[in-house]
Nanobody
Framework: QVELVESGGGLVQPGGSLKISCVASVDDFSIYAMGWYRQAPGKSRKVAARFLNRGGTFYSDSTRGRFTISKDDAKKTVYLQMNNLQVDDTAVYYC???????????WGQGMQVTVSS
């Protein structure tokens, strides 16, 4: 059973920064390609940043240059450092773990990030 627990969300002013975390309760963290998705009000869930199955990272056009995804394999944790946050970044942020061996997706419960003055 895979459990993803997100933390670090909240309210931040435009131009501010926030770092969110996701701890994965898994046996072998190395087989999972981790990522962050977000869903703004009234919109579909979209990728914000993620690690690719065969290595490397991917960022959406709106997050590239401002967001940085990283991970700590020993802690089984993935992070998303978000800088220069804008009102349009307001969304529920979801941690995603893609099991590359069994081709299964797992999701965290979601966490609100609100950018507002």
């Amino acid at each position: 059973q895979v459990e993803l627990v997100e933390s670090g969300g909240g309210l931040v002013q435009p131009g501010g920064s926030l770092k969110i975390s996701c701890v994965a309760s898994v046996d072998d963290f190395s087989i999972y390609a981790m990522g962050w998705y977000r869903q703004a009000p009234g919109k579909s869930r979209k990728v914000a940043a993620r690690f690719l199955n065969r290595g490397g990272t991917f960022y959406s056009d709106s997050t590239r240059g401002r967001f940085t995804i990283s991970k700590d394999d020993a802690k089984k944790t993935v992070y998303l450092q978000m800088n220069n946050l804008q009102v349009d970044d307001t969304a529920v942020y979801y941690c995603n773990a893609y099991d590359t061996q069994n081709r299964l997706d797992y999701w965290g419960q979601g966490m609100q990030v609100t950018v507002s003055s």
